[in-house]
């Protein structure tokens, strides 16, 4: 109520402070059915009977001064810019209701630990430490070298990695540090063949362990190596039981991996991490990080960028062999133009014009071109075929590209057999059946 009387009577004591007329208005005086006694500046209801009405009108206006004109400007301009700052800050709010809620991190296993809290921006989406190693695992005669994955829940959505059989460890395997491990695609292969590994005890080093399920296969990775040669145990099982060589300090981790929800947020979460590690690593400014921060971003642009100088020299090195094996082409074709002198000049002698002549030692030519191509195409794919049956990288043919390297082989026979037949078109039949 304060608030509100306050509001009334402040533009009454605004004008008053600045000497400009205010208005007066009728006053009633009237007795309720209690007896109780009303005044007010309001009519009373209809059938209400007024004891008195003090009526008073508003003074006529006084001309108004220059500082009346100057405060009343003054009013008018504070209620401007109180207006727009208003308008500004629903502007602001508009802003901000328009903005996506940001995601909390989803941590599903035990409670979380320290690591887990330090990463709790609001763009990422998962957090995952990791320990790594490697080992000999062995399940009754057979036995595999490999890698140990000591991971945590969001390893698996981060990575990709979907359970082929079996459960994926549970919230009491985390934390209790339980002796279970899940097997990638060719470690279940190499142990167990077409046998169900679900179930089956195996040993890591000397530690036994029991398979809770198996991952499905993804290949190769980007740089060649065999993605599926993994298996994961929980992080703290790997810190107790398997990674003794490792040296490194109780509750330490070897890997963070991070997913955010949107690709937008990758530089602005980098930031991020990377200012919260120096923070946390008490790392003065001017000072160099002891930690690396690795985008995929930056990663996909590097092997873009790999990928395409390679292919450039590729393309140069096939430019180089198209040059030289042109040039070999026409001077095979030159030699044979000289020593078949008499033959041009007896077909000319009987009818055959320098269209013919150049006709035919352009066909000459791409014959020419054209078997080395089908040769080369041949070795090609016979080698293509044995490095997919003997090796561990994928090769895949393309007809479009057989296709593009017989056409191209060709154009060089072309190209290049042109001045030869050219040179042979030329000759003068007469002085050509005089060469011996």
Same mark, same amino acid.
């Given at each position: 109520?304060?608030?509100?009387?306050?509001?009334?009577?402040?533009?009454a =004591?605004?004008a008053?402070?600045? @000497?400009?007329?205010?208005a007066?208005?009728?006053?009633?005086?009237?007795?309720?059915a209690?007896?109780?006694?009303?005044?007010?500046?309001?009519? %009373?209801?209809?059938?209400?009977?007024?004891?008195?009405?003090?009526?008073?009108?508003?003074?006529?206006?006084?001309?108004?001064? %220059?500082?009346?004109?100057?405060?009343?400007d003054?009013?008018?301009d504070?209620?401007?810019?109180?207006?727009a700052?208003?308008?500004?800050q629903?502007?602001?709010?508009?802003?901000?209701?328009?903005r996506?809620a940001?995601?909390?991190?989803e941590?599903?296993?035990?409670?979380?630990?320290?690591?887990i809290?330090y990463?709790?921006?609001?763009?990422?989406?998962?957090?995952a430490?990791?320990?790594?190693?490697?080992?000999?695992?062995?399940?009754?005669?057979?036995?595999?070298s490999?890698?140990w994955? @000591?991971?945590?829940?969001?390893?698996?959505?981060?990575?990709e990695?979907?359970i +082929?059989?079996?459960?994926?460890?549970?919230?009491?395997?985390?934390?209790?540090?339980?002796?279970?491990?899940i097997?990638g695609?060719?470690?279940?292969?190499?142990?167990?063949?077409?046998?169900? +590994?679900?179930?089956?005890?195996?040993?890591?080093?000397?530690?036994?362990?029991?398979?809770?399920?198996?991952?499905?296969?993804?290949?190769?990775? *980007?740089?060649?190596?065999?993605?599926?040669?993994?298996?994961?145990v929980?992080?703290?099982?790997?810190?107790?039981?398997l990674?003794?060589?490792?040296?490194?300090?109780p *509750?330490?981790?070897?890997q963070?991996? =991070?997913?955010?929800?949107r690709?937008?947020?990758?530089?602005?979460?980098?930031?991020?991490?990377?200012?919260?590690?120096?923070?946390?690593?008490?790392?003065?400014?001017?000072?160099?990080?002891?930690?690396?921060?690795?985008?995929?971003?930056?990663?996909?642009?590097?092997?873009?960028?790999?990928?395409? =100088?390679?292919?450039?020299?590729?393309?140069?090195v096939?430019?180089?062999?198209?040059?030289?094996?042109?040039?070999?082409i026409?001077?095979?074709?030159?030699?044979?133009?000289?020593?078949?002198i008499?033959?041009?000049?007896?077909?000319?002698?009987?009818?055959?014009?320098?269209?013919?002549?150049?006709?035919?030692?352009l066909?000459?030519?791409?014959l020419?071109?054209?078997? *080395?191509g089908?040769?080369g195409i041949?070795?090609?794919?016979?080698?293509?075929?044995?490095?997919s049956?003997? @090796?561990?990288l994928?090769v895949?043919?393309?007809?479009?590209?057989? *296709?593009?390297?017989?056409?191209?082989?060709?154009?060089?026979?072309?190209?290049f057999?042109?001045?030869p037949?050219?040179? +042979?078109?030329l000759?003068?039949?007469?002085?050509?059946?005089?060469?011996?």
């Open positions: 109520m304060s608030t509100c009387l306050l509001r009334t009577a402040l533009p =004591l605004l008053l402070a600045c @000497g400009l007329p205010v007066h208005a009728d006053i009633y005086t009237w007795t309720d209690s007896g109780r006694v009303n005044v007010s500046n309001l009519k %009373p209801p209809d059938g209400v009977k007024v004891t008195r009405v003090v009526h008073e009108s508003a003074p006529k206006a006084a001309p108004v001064t %220059p500082r009346q004109e100057v405060a009343r003054t009013l008018r504070a209620e401007v810019q109180v207006l700052e208003r308008v500004r629903l502007q602001y709010e508009v802003e901000l209701a328009k996506p940001p995601q909390p991190v941590y599903r296993g035990p409670p979380a630990p320290p690591i809290q990463f709790a921006q609001p763009e990422v989406q998962y957090v430490a990791s320990l790594r190693g490697g080992t000999q695992i062995v399940y009754a005669e057979s036995n595999w490999t890698q994955q @000591g991971v945590q829940p969001d390893w698996f959505d981060i990575n990695w979907k +082929a059989s079996g459960q994926s460890f549970d919230a009491r395997d985390y934390s209790g540090a339980s002796k279970s491990v097997l695609d060719t470690v279940r292969q190499q142990l167990f063949g077409d046998q169900d +590994a679900v179930g089956q005890t195996v040993r890591l080093g000397r530690v036994p362990f029991t398979v809770v399920a198996t991952l499905k296969p993804k290949g190769q990775g *980007g740089f060649g190596q065999d993605q599926d040669d993994v298996v994961a929980p992080l703290e099982t790997a810190r107790r039981r990674s003794g060589a490792t040296a490194l300090p *509750g330490a981790v070897q963070i991996s =991070l997913g955010v929800g690709a937008g947020d990758l530089s602005y979460a980098q930031d991020e991490v990377e200012a919260l590690l120096r923070q946390r690593h008490r790392i003065q400014p001017g000072d160099d990080d002891d930690f690396s921060v690795r985008n995929i971003a930056e990663v996909v642009a590097t092997r873009t960028q790999t990928t395409r =100088l390679m292919s450039l020299l590729l393309g140069a096939a430019g180089i062999s198209l040059i030289v094996g042109g040039i070999g026409m001077n095979i074709m030159l030699v044979s133009v000289t020593e078949r008499r033959e041009i000049g007896l077909r000319m002698a009987v009818g055959a014009g320098p269209g013919d002549i150049r006709k035919q030692f066909a000459e030519a791409m020419i071109s054209m078997i *080395g089908v040769i041949l070795l090609g794919v016979v080698g293509a075929l044995l490095v049956r003997f @090796g561990s994928p895949a043919l393309d007809g479009k590209v057989v *296709g593009l390297a017989a056409g191209f082989s060709i154009a060089t026979g072309l190209f057999g042109y001045y037949a050219r040179k +042979a078109s000759l003068d039949p007469i002085e050509a059946l005089r060469q011996q």
